[in-house]
């Protein structure tokens, strides 16, 4: 593809996407597919420079507010935008992880005006001018944090100034890719050799037993591991939120909020293919999504429901039936941001607000369903105090003065009972775990358990 080309296609697909109205992985795949010239490579480029920019996205737009003459049109921003991003992308791929941004900007910079076209050289060298006259400890911090203002100061209050900083830091990098082997297929070790054989290579995850960790992109979908069910891909976060259900053999388990049903599978497999399985969703096409998954799993005990809602009447047939509920609750998603940084633009404060109602709403519907020491794990994609903490606890009080209400179930012997160390009890909730990409290496992810006495 032609420079050219690729700034067209770049600033094109960016018009769509900073309008923040549709996920930009949903964008982009309609880009792709109305532009069928554009070839693997060049979407791969194309979806690098746009996930890269979105990283940044405050950080671009602070230089582009610097330019000069400034943008007359929002067609105009947005090539300049594109010229920008690109550039960003090609230095970066060739720069050390550890290159400070606002060298990379610099350098972003002095390599655009080596390859702009004359019209654009008067705006690229205001930018220069006026950044190199400015040191970067004056740029804002939104330059450093590339959040929303409203998230920005929520996460800063919650974790305090250090760790936002390397939480930030950490959610600026794109996140490796992880697969969870599947249990009832084969061990770890032999999907590992199974993939090294596809010239794949993988490490071991810290923490869940069944992980494997790649790096870049690879395509794992053509592996015969993929095809034939023996690994899955899941962030080793989701895998160990599975892990402290517990689930066994024999049991009745619900995944409430089930969606494409990737930890149902995880689950599956912790029941090794016994007892049943309920994976419910309001949504029957995310559901939809799960068949192939369990075909190619071998997992024969799952029975799919789609509910009209988190209270719908079929569910007062396993009232007091079920031994572990996991509710991978709808959320904001904020813990995920290295994978979709687009959310974070996406999402607002009033849309956080309905998401807790919700969250309430599914977490008590949940509860009614466990029998006598069964056990309930509510769980996020969350980094929000005001979607994990603020419900968990407000949940876990609201029924503490009702007969035979939960407990709080310490997590400590589960990760013992795994063998997994390095996962440190909160002191405060040893119910709760907050995993967090900076710390964890994970996504950023919420769970609490509690048991129903006996
Ligand atoms: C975090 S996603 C689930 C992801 C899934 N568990 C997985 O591991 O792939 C949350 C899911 O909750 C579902 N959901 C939203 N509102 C719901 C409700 N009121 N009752 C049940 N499910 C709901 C959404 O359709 C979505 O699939």
Redesign the pocket.
Known sequence: MSALFLLTATREALAAIWAFQQPAEAVLAQYFQENRRLGSRDRALLSDTVFGMLRRKRLLEFALAQAQPPHTSTAQFHHRLALLGLVWTASAASAPASTHPADALHHTLAQARQLASADDQPWLESIAQALAGLPCQQWPDSTRHNLPDWLASRLQQQYGDAAFQELTAALQQPAPLDVRVNALQGKRAVAQQQLLEHGLESQPTPYSPWGLRLQGKPRLHQTPAFTEGLIEVQDEG?QLLCLLTDARRNETVV?????????TLALGAMMRNTGRLYA????AS?LQALKPRLLRSGLNHVHSMA?S??DDARLQRLWGKVDRVLV????SGMGTLRRHPDLAWRQTEAGLAALQN?QQ??LASAARLLKPGGVLVYAT?SLLHAENQAIADGWEQAQRAQPGAFQPLPLEPIWHKHKISGLLANPTAPHQLQLLPHQHGTDGFFAAAWQKPA
């Open positions: 989701s995944d409430f909020c089930a969606g494409a049903g990737g930890k419910l969703d309001i949504s995310r509910l809602h988190e991978d609750a709808p959320c919700t709403r599914v994609c």
